[in-house]
């Protein structure tokens, strides 16, 4: 079946513009997460959805940074005022339910360069 | 704080030879474990993880763990490595108090001479 997937898979951008990233999670999965890649802090959640409850935002490293997820299904996440140090790769991961023995699956990523 | 150690930044490991990567969390109570592998220009891929129980775990490409307690660890082996296996591991938790959000390791980047 098909996996996560996002898009675009590559995004350059300057300094200052803002920018979408999308994931479509796995058909039926409830919860959605979005997490970041980058050479200088590694791995690190963002940013979590479970069906109609309120996200845990807990993860963004700034107010410049937000998601949504539209009819509990596709998610976007938006960096209004890039900066080149949010230069990275955006993973998005989808699980069945919000429940810790729940696999999270990944998609491929979205590269993001700030020039 | 709490945090994930991967002490081994690179490993180069000889097709056929056996693999152990280290996993080092602290944390006050057993966190949940997990083991993935990152292939290059692709996603994460759950190898194997741990919750309770039996605590040597088999996993997918022929991996296990062991998670011992008193070492606080969750060490990843393979008896015998593929040319395939050249890859990044990264060890995660999850703690159930914090929500469901996979705190990872710096990962270990393994690559695998001929």
């Known amino acids: 079946g098909a996996g996560v997937s996002q898009s675009p898979s590559n995004k350059v951008t300057e300094k200052g513009k803002d920018v979408e990233l999308r994931c479509d999670p796995i058909?039926?999965?409830?919860?959605l997460y979005w997490y970041r890649q980058s050479l200088g802090q590694g791995l690190e959640f963002l940013i979590y959805?479970?069906?109609?409850?309120?996200?845990?935002k807990s993860g963004l490293p700034s107010d410049r940074f937000s998601a949504e997820r539209t009819g509990g299904s596709v998610s976007t996440l938006t960096i209004q005022r890039t900066q080149q140090e949010d230069s990275a790769v955006y993973l998005c991961?989808?699980?069945?339910?919000?429940?810790?023995?729940?696999?999270?699956?990944f998609g491929p990523g979205t590269r993001l360069t700030v020039l | 704080a709490q945090s994930v150690t991967q002490p081994d930044i690179h490993i180069t490991v000889s097709e056929g030879a056996s693999l152990e990567l280290r996993c080092n969390y602290s944390?006050?109570?057993?966190?949940?474990l997990f083991w993935y592998v990152q292939s290059p220009g692709q996603g994460l891929q759950l190898l194997l993880k741990?919750?309770?129980?039996?605590?040597l775990v088999q996993g997918i490409k022929g991996f296990e763990a062991e998670f011992k307690r008193s070492q606080s660890s969750f060490n990843l082996r393979k008896p015998s490595v593929h040319w395939s296996d050249a890859a990044e591991y990264f060890c995660?938790?999850?703690?159930?108090?914090?929500?469901?959000?996979?705190?990872f390791g710096g990962g270990t980047r393994v690559l695998v001479k001929p």
């Open positions: 991961a989808s699980s069945l339910r919000l429940a810790l023995e729940d696999t999270q699956y």
């Open positions: 058909s039926g999965h409830t919860a």
């Open positions: 959805f479970q069906g109609n409850s309120a996200p845990d």
């Open positions: 944390y006050g109570a057993t966190p949940y």
């Open positions: 741990y919750f309770s129980g039996d605590t």
């Open positions: 995660a938790v999850v703690i159930k108090a914090a929500g469901n959000k996979l705190t």
